[in-house]
């Protein structure tokens, strides 16, 4: 906790300094899979603005910190967006928006993903279809608070898993023919 | 649409002696032996005008021998008709089309994809949507909707928590096959074999690619040797879920196929099970349905405009459209209650009355808009910079228009007036005035003006809809509750035990439908969306097939970047504006 004492010094940790500016800069990558997209794109947009809560859109995973997974994530894209997500430095938040990437949403199929979690770890899930852009919006703040509350996330454990997750499936890339 | 005419369908039966003509309810059907298809194919291209290729697809029919029946539609744009032929596959095999309609590549890879049909003289028959190295055909009907479960893929978040027994949500661990990236590699490596110096991937997670299209060039310098598209990269399985589920029940999906112009989806979608199933549908249902579908298409083209200004470099575009945007959505969530899916057309009807005080908010909207418009052209359309990456950029011929399929304002801006509101007016499109704009060069410019040009024309229809709508006395009905198949609003249901027990069968049983088959198609702000329908009776489709016409405005895209630069891609791209909930399904 940062404290204003009577001379006029702020007093707090380095951690929690940190934690401020992450928190308030919360850059996601420009990444949209479908119908939530364009809720996103709303968000962002002049109504909602969400440039206000510091969200500012980068279109390279080296320059952004959140993933928001917005839209169905069918099998084919998901490893793209794993590869993606693991470019991306850490530390580094996920937000699922809407059902399709929360959990598989209305589509019980062959060939979507049911939830993103299954290949990323997901930090704030945001039901709807589509949820409102006021709902990225709380959701947003609700990572922030997460972030205030829980500081930065330590993910070994989950690195471990996906380690060992590459090495089963092979996804390391390497030359193939056809 | 009318079909094929008993005059036509003699001279085609003189020509080809074994050629059966059915006159179904709905439709004319040809029905022919797979030997001669391409030349009863030929002879309806060049021969009788039939040279507007709308579908192609296939049926599974796993009692019979053949197995694979092929359905192909087509059109004659002079004398406004249509067609459907028919035949079968031989060892799962079909000839391919690909040397009369280039389209049909596009299509008959979908059918491999789905069905596992072979086509002989295909040029590179691959996996449209699911992956190279993917073992099933998943609308078979022998293949379970929800795929078959085989690699375990737990949830992660719950890895991270520490995994408990028993779990601290409700879900299967069991997971359908997954693809590693080897898997896309190889997907990758069999659509282009490299001829210059370099393939670049653009996509398929690109902000300039309008969602998940994964597009391929090879690369001499900034010039375009050969591309290819890879799609597939949002296939939802739409029409294997149509099959599993009600009539009604399909209805939210068609919002989520093309999301940004849900209720003119969900319009074709009920004119096409309301001609199944035959239900009239009352005055003010019409006009409240026009109007909403043109509020949409307003909205869709707004959205393509901020977009497609913003690829290019144009952010304050993309701005002010939203904020036209914002007022659109606010009238359709007022009604609607969704912003986005909104689930508003209902078979037979709509979901709910017009909400209070709509026509105010929709008549101040038709004041407001002309001078938002006029803000737009002054900012692009005599703007150099717009000039130099538009004009002669992408050009499309009318050749090019029937040999690929294209519809909507692509076709148009190609100056071919094909639009099925004027050619099959559905809603209330006859009885209201509005002109089709058209373009002269086909380039990448004059299907942005004919877009502005829609929007002045959407403006003139839904004016007319709100002084009909005033005219009309307020407690008209807005669903034909009469019909046995058709559900009756929300209020009655509450009051009446009739009604009650009428939309509980419904919902528990689904309606019953007739057997036969219908096309029925819609002018989407993207093309001509069609769903085809072939029933065997009961409360579920046996095959829906969408028409989607942002894949075939897709397929030309190839063709048009050639020897083009990568500059141009993106403005052309913005031009032909897929949408890929649409193009994948
Ligand atoms: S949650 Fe709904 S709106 Fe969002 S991507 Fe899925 S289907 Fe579309």
């Known amino acids: 906790m940062a404290m204003l004492n009577s001379n006029g010094f702020v007093l707090t940790t380095v951690d929690e300094l940190l934690s401020w500016g992450r928190r308030n800069a919360l850059w996601p990558l420009t990444i949209g899979l479908a119908c939530c997209a364009i809720e996103m794109m709303h968000a962002a947009a002049s109504r909602f603005d969400l440039d206000r809560l510091g969200v500012i859109f980068r279109a390279s995973p080296r320059q952004a910190d959140l993933l928001i997974v917005a839209g169905t994530v069918v099998n084919k894209v998901a490893p793209m967006l794993k590869l993606l997500w693991e470019q991306m430095p850490d530390p580094k938040w996920c937000i699922t928006m809407g059902g399709c990437a929360s959990a598989g949403g209305p589509f019980p199929t062959y060939s979507t993903l049911q939830g993103m979690d299954r290949i990323i770890p997901v930090d704030v899930y945001i039901p709807g279809c589509p949820p409102h852009p006021q709902g990225l919006l709380y959701g947003i703040l609700q990572l922030q608070k997460k972030i205030k509350e829980k500081g930065v996330k330590k993910y070994d454990k989950a690195f471990e898993e996906f380690k060992k997750d590459m090495e089963r499936q092979g996804l390391i890339p390497r030359e193939i023919t056809v | ?585």
């Open chain 2, 1 to 585: 649409m009318p079909w094929m005419n008993r005059v036509v369908a003699d001279k085609v039966k003189l020509e080809f002696k074994d050629v059966d003509v059915e006159f179904t309810k709905h439709t004319t059907n040809l029905h022919v032996r797979q030997e001669r298809l391409i030349d009863l194919l030929l002879y309806l291209r060049d021969k009788a005008g039939y040279k507007l290729f709308i579908d192609h697809t296939c049926i599974d029919f796993p009692e019979k021998k053949e197995r694979f029946q092929a359905v192909y539609i087509l059109h004659n744009p002079e004398s406004n008709e249509r067609v459907i032929v028919k035949t079968w596959a031989k060892d799962g095999k079909l000839p391919s089309l690909e040397r009369l309609w280039p389209c049909a590549k596009w299509a008959e890879r979908e059918a491999y994809d789905m069905f596992g049909v072979l086509y002989d003289g295909h040029e590179n028959l691959r996996r449209m949507f699911m992956w190279e190295g993917y073992p099933y055909f998943p609308l078979r009907k022998d293949f379970p909707m929800e795929g078959i479960p085989e690699v375990e893929l737990p949830s992660l978040t719950e890895i991270y928590a520490g995994r408990k027994e028993p779990p601290s949500h409700d879900y299967e661990f069991m997971h359908t096959r997954v693809p590693t990236l080897e898997d896309l590699e190889r997907t990758e490596k069999s659509r282009l074999q490299k001829k210059a110096q370099l393939v670049l991937n653009w996509g398929p997670l690109h902000p300039g690619t309008h969602g998940t299209i994964w597009f391929l060039f090879d690369l001499d310098g900034e010039r375009v040797v050969q591309s290819d598209v890879i799609l597939g990269q949002l296939h939802r399985g739409m029409e294997k879920i149509a099959e599993n589920v009600y009539y009604f029940q399909f209805l939210p999906y068609t919002d989520r196929m093309d999301y940004i112009s849900a209720i003119c989806n969900e319009l074709s979608y009920v004119t096409a099970v309301e001609k199944l199933l035959q239900v009239e549908v009352p005055e003010k249902a019409r006009y409240i349905r026009t109007m909403f579908a043109e509020l949409q298409r307003i909205n869709s083209h707004l959205l393509w405009l901020g977009t497609g200004a913003l690829d290019l470099g144009a952010l304050t575009v993309f701005l002010y459209a939203f904020r036209e945007r914002e007022k659109i959505m606010d009238i359709i969530e007022g009604n609607a209650g969704f912003r986005l899916t909104t689930a508003f057309l209902r078979i037979g009807g709509l979901h709910y009355d017009l909400a209070e005080g709509t026509l105010d908010v929709v008549k101040a909207f038709l004041k407001d808009f002309p001078a938002k418009l006029r803000e737009y052209h002054s900012l692009l359309t005599r703007n150099r910079i717009w000039l130099r990456r538009t004009k002669d950029i992408g050009v499309i011929t009318r050749e090019d228009v029937f040999n690929y399929g294209l519809t909507g304002p692509v076709a148009r801006g190609s100056g071919v007036p094909y639009d099925i509101r004027k050619l099959e007016p559905y809603a209330a499109y006859d009885e209201v005035d509005f002109d089709i704009p058209v373009g002269e060069v086909g380039d990448v410019y004059d299907r942005y003006l004919v877009r502005m040009e829609e929007m002045v024309q959407s403006l003139r229809i839904i004016e007319q809809c709100v002084s009909k709508l005033e005219k009309l006395p307020k407690s008209a009905p807005y669903v034909n509750k009469e019909h046995p198949a058709v559900m009756a609003p929300k209020e009655d249901v509450f009051m009446d035990l009739e009604d009650m027990v009428k939309n509980f069968r419904i919902v528990v049983h689904g309606e019953s439908a007739p057997p036969g088959e219908v096309y029925v198609s819609g002018e989407n702000p993207r093309g001509e969306l069609g769903f085809y329908i072939y029933s065997v009776g009961g409360s579920k489709p046996y095959r829906l097939r969408i028409r989607s016409g942002a894949l075939y405005n897709l397929s030309i895209f190839p063709k048009l970047i050639q020897d083009g630069t990568i500059a141009d891609a993106i403005a052309l791209l913005g031009s032909l504006d897929p949408v890929v909930g649409e193009t994948d399904r």
